[in-house]
Each structure stands twice: as structure tokens, then as C-alpha cells.
């Protein structure tokens, strides 16, 4: 049996997108016999004891960077993954200096479909690793069949070469307890009222400035808008809230911490995603499982992954996000029924599912190289 390789580095920063995602991998990996004799996690630094299972079978190999951090994975990793047979990459890049056998985990074509939501510097920097390591892997996987018909477009890679495996949602998402949800409520400071809550990193793409906009159209004094999620480009959303005479009623919290997900999504009354482009999106998922109604907008992989269990805008304008909440909002059968199919959906999604497919692939490619 082979030698099982993963670039661990983003266990180590904060826990959110690739890092969800990998440690949800690594925990269900865990409870299965692999079809691999060895796994060996890598990382530059010792990986914090709660991101994994308190009963694993990996390997974890703290490997020092020798010069610049964003120099590790090229050459440090891939110095020390010379030992492996395939090398699982679960955050869009093979290292340059690895010429072993690779499956890489591409998530989205973002920097490709929305170029102008990116600093230069970052697109100078990361289209061309992500291109390079899309055509150096033998298997890109990614999050949905959008994103896969995306990446075949936009790097020129046969279907073959690109596999869709879902994401999951944990059960910690379903039949949330009253008494935590009081307590989630308690430390975020959110009351009594009415929340309409958005959950993810706060990009430009998702369009937090004209949400603000639309909830300041919203006749519901009673409602509150919460933001959780890095600002990561500083965008001034408590300035535009302040200036449009919200900002008692726009809460912005920063990162928070996956303890306190479920029971935020499942305080809430309704879910707003208005993001322009998501390789899967599953915040949507995970209100859903919640028993949270969605609105979010049929783009990209959205439509695919609600599966008609949201309501679907066109576009997110003001107008539209504005009259998609006082909708759901003000029309108590409808955000039942949405409640309800959403619950439903979700359950197409698990993490147990993502891992067989993802492990299995793997190790399909570490066989065809032996």
C-alpha cells in the first residue's frame, strides 16, 4: 500500500474555508480503514491539538520554512514530500518544485471570472501558480459541476482531468438546542430581534455594501443585519451603515469561531448569500441544514447546490435583495416551506460522502503511478 502526502499548512492559520475543509476530510479519514499504508500531514508549524480527531493515524511532520512563508509549499514541501507516493494539495496549488505524483483541490476559478475583484499583486501571483498547478496535476477535483465546467473553460483541461466532489455539512448544523442558541445570542450581543444574518469571508464579490443598501430599504425595525466573517480587505461596511442611518441595526462580528456557527445560522430567520461567483458556497448548506431559510442569487454554483430550496434572485441589486427579505420576512408560510426544503436539501450533502470520493480518487491516481 502507498504513501499518502497532505500539505496541512492551512490547519495551522484560521479555521475557515480550506481549512473547514481539510479537517473535516482528515476527521472522517479518521474513522475509516484507508486505502493507504501511510499518511503524513506537513506543516511549518506544529498544528494546533484541537483541529484534529483525538484518535488519528497520520503522521504529522512539522517541517520549518527556510525562507520567506509563501516559499514553504514550493520548496520546503516539496523537498520533504519527495518520500510520498501522491501528494494531496487541498488549497488550489501544486508546489513548483514537486514532480511526484499530485491531486490538487481547486475550489474555484474566481481570480480567472472575476479578475477585477482582486488586487494586481494578488493576480500576478496567483493566476499563473493556479494554472501552472491545474496542469500539472494528475487530477484537479473541485466543489461543484459549475466550477468543473469553469476550470475545463478556463485552463483548457479535459473532463477527465477535473472531478466535482460536493462538500458536506456536519451534523453539529442539525436540531441546534435552544439553550445554545440563547447562549450564542448572549455573547454576540444580538437580543431579541429579528436576524438576517450573512456568514463567509467578506469579499468584494459578495456584494456586503449593496446588502447594507437593501436592508436600509427593509421596513423592519425589529431585524438585524449581522455580518460574521473576516474583513480581510478592510471594506468600510460599519461607515456605509452609519451613513445610512442602520448603524444600530447592522452588526458586524469578525471571524467566528466554528463552536458558535450552528447556533447562529439557527437563530437566524433568514440566510442572505448575494455573491456574484462561489465554486460551491456552503454557508448556503449549512443554513440550510440549520433549518434557516435562503436567499441567495441563481449564479454559478448556487442554483446547483439549492437545488431549489432558496429563493433564487437574478441578480442581487438593491431593489431585488431589499424585496427578497421583506419577502421571506413578511410572508411567515413561505419561510416555513423554505425552512423545510432546505432542510431537505441539505441532507444531500455530507462530510462522510466527501471523503469516500475524495480518498478514493487519490488514491486511484497513487495507483495508476505505482
Partial sequence: MAHLGVDAERLTGTRAGVARYLSALLAEWAKVELPFERVTLYS????????????????????PPRGPRRAWAHWTLAR????????????????????????????????????????????????PLYRLSARRADLVLTDSESSKRDLESAYGLPGSRVLAVPLGVGDEFRDVAPDERRRVRDHHGLGGSTVVLFVGKLSRRRNLPTLIRAFAELARPDAL???????????????????LGIAERVRTLGHVPDADLPALFATASLFVYPSSYEGFGLPVVEAMA??????????????EVAGGAALLLPEATVESLAEGMARVLGDEPLRRELERRGEERSRAFSWSETARLTIAAVARVAEARS
Avoid: K
Fill in 44 to 63: 511549518p508549524r506544529a498544528i494546533p491539538p484541537d483541529v484534529l480527531p483525538a484518535q488519528h493515524p497520520y503522521a504529522v511532520r512539522v517541517v
Fill in 225 to 243: 443585519l449581522v455580518l460574521a466573517g473576516d474583513n480581510h480587505l478592510d471594506l468600510p461596511l460599519d461607515a456605509l451603515a452609519a451613513e
Fill in 290 to 303: 440549520a433549518g434557516t431559510a435562503v436567499l441567495t442569487v441563481d449564479n454559478s454554483s448556487l442554483g
Fill in 80 to 127: 520533504a514530500a519527495r518520500e510520498v507516493d501522491v501528494l494531496f494539495c487541498p488549497s488550489y496549488v501544486v508546489p513548483l518544485a514537486y514532480r511526484g505524483a499530485a491531486v490538487v483541490t481547486i475550489h474555484d476559478t474566481i481570480h480567472e471570472t472575476m479578475p477585477e475583484t482582486f488586487p494586481r499583486r494578488t493576480l500576478w501571483t496567483r493566476r
